[in-house]
């Protein structure tokens, strides 16, 4: 009589792959911290250096105000006792952000990109690099463009027989930083409409079409983007939403070439 064999000892493979999973887990969240670290220090540094520029980036603020009436200085003021305080350390803190915003996004990359394919790697750093670039000329076209003849209707807005301005600091700052920071984020979308047609949601075809939808949407955006109701101001932030709108879809067409 043939005797059955003797059972096989269990495979101890499955604790060393937890092991194994759970050492690389560690690792992954070493390098996180170490990356987050970096970040939050070159924030700091970038802190350090706004607040000692402080008054500089007020000033450079009010140029577009300034730029109404050159021969005429631009004053703000403050009402209560905390407000220039309050509003100077909101502008460093905010600069420390912009400063430090390269190097975190330069640890962010170096964090994802070991898990991303080469081709993953290439969409990821182009995206990034255009949005920074578009972003970039957003900001510079609200503040070299848009501002001063924004400024110059609401300053002047009445002659000033009904009532004279006198801005607070902090209405005007967080006025101009919030116009320049959403004029950045309108200059976004060449890659939101690349993406779009990239990913079969619409074709070029139906973006091309959509045309008169894309110039009313534009003229939106640029009423809530901007604070004034004349013509001249919103159409000198529709026009170039309205340039990226087709350069997104010129864009669409490459990128479904190229697949």
Known sequence: MTQAAPPEPASEAPEEVSTERYMTLLEHLEELRFRLFISALFIVIGLGISVYFGQDIIEFLKKPAEARN???????????????????????LLGGLI??????????????SPGLASNERRWLYA???????????????????????AMDFLLNFGDGEIAQPNIRVGSYVDFVTRLLFWTGVAFQTPLVVMYLSRFGI??????????????????????IVTPTIDPVTQSLVAGPIIVLYFLGIILGVLVRRSR
């Open 70 to 92: 050159p021969n005429s200085e631009f004053e703000l003021q403050f009402i209560e006792p905390f407000e220039l305080f309050v509003t100077y350390f909101r502008v460093s």
């Open 202 to 223: 619409v074709t070029p075809g139906q973006l091309l079409r959509w045309w008169r939808f894309a110039l009313v949407a534009a003229f939106v955006v640029a009423a």
């Open 99 to 112: 400063l430090g915003m390269p190097m975190m996004v330069y640890q962010g990359l170096r964090f994802v």
């Open 127 to 149: 995206t990034v690099f255009g949005t920074f670039l578009l972003f970039l000329g957003g900001v510079a076209f609200a503040y070299y463009v848009a501002l001063p003849p």
